[in-house]
């Protein structure tokens, strides 16, 4: 059974920081990308970043561009994204997901989904 749990999320004032992480289990993600999405209460599910597994190349969603790094680690098969420079507006339910994504930005591309973590960024 493949599962991605998420870790990392919590309360933070505007200006800080903070480290997601997704672990990912029950089978190999080598060649799949992994992506990071998040949803603020009453809005749609919105791209923040992903990664190839394979080439560890990535890619971010415009709001979160130079402010946020997503990086793998094959071994743990994990995934992290490291939040700078918090914004009230990065404030949300953060969901990791896997998958053959030939759109990477579009979730209906991922298959895989973590339970989600949320972050709140207090002004």
């Known amino acids: 059974q493949v599962q991605l749990v998420e870790s990392g999320g919590g309360l933070v004032q505007a200006g800080g920081s903070l480290r997601l992480s997704c672990a990912a289990s029950?089978?190999?993600?080598?060649?799949?990308?992994m992506g990071w999405f998040r949803q603020a209460p009453g809005k749609e599910r919105e791209f923040v970043a992903a990664?190839?597994?394979?080439?560890?190349?990535?890619y971010y969603g415009d709001s979160t561009k130079g402010r946020f790094a997503i990086t793998r680690d094959i071994r743990k098969n994990t995934v992290y994204l490291q939040m700078n420079s918090l914004k009230p507006e990065d404030t949300g339910v953060y969901y990791c997901?896997?998958?053959?994504?030939?759109?990477?930005?579009?979730?209906?591309?991922?298959?895989?989904w973590g339970q989600g973590t949320q972050v709140t960024v207090s002004s």
């Open positions: 990664i190839s597994m394979s080439f560890g190349s990535p």
């Open positions: 997901a896997g998958g053959i994504a030939d759109i990477i930005t579009r979730s209906s591309a991922y298959t895989y």
């Open positions: 029950g089978r190999t993600f080598d060649s799949y990308t």
